[in-house]
């Protein structure tokens, strides 16, 4: 297999994400309901972002990977009031639920040991 140019996987990258490919459908099952979902993944830069902005705050970092990821058929993300009714209204672990789909797409380690060293490393570039 040849080694492929930079410009050459950026055109792949771009032609896949037009055709939806990153995309994913999740059924989550609650109270005895099916659910689909479906998400986007998560770039390394709104992870930064969002993380950043919780301040390394599960919950807060949890809520905005929701926000930023669940979509709509369109691929648009979903209003924000009615994401927040989805947080404020379904069980706990949603949001847990949700995010974990949103790693396993995004190709984000979510080890212990990964986050510690995520969040050592973001604390450093933080402070510089």
């Known amino acids: 297999m040849a080694n492929k140019s930079l410009e050459e996987l950026l055109a792949e990258t771009e032609q896949r994400i037009m055709n939806n490919e990153f995309r994913k459908t999740f059924t989550l099952t609650y109270d005895g ?6 998400l986007q993944p998560l770039s390394q830069s709104d992870f930064m972002s969002l993380y950043t902005k919780s301040k390394g705050n599960v919950v807060e970092l949890n809520e905005g990977i929701v926000k930023k990821c669940l979509i709509n058929e369109e691929g648009e993300p979903y209003p924000e009031n009615l994401v927040k009714v989805l947080i404020d209204k ?6 847990k639920d949700v995010t974990e789909r949103v790693y396993e797409i995004s190709g984000i380690e979510t080890t212990e040991e990964d986050i510690e060293r995520a969040a050592s490393f973001l604390e450093k570039g933080i402070e510089l």
């Open 90 to 95: 379904m069980p706990a672990g949603f949001t």
């Open 33 to 38: 309901e099916d659910y689909d979902f479906i």
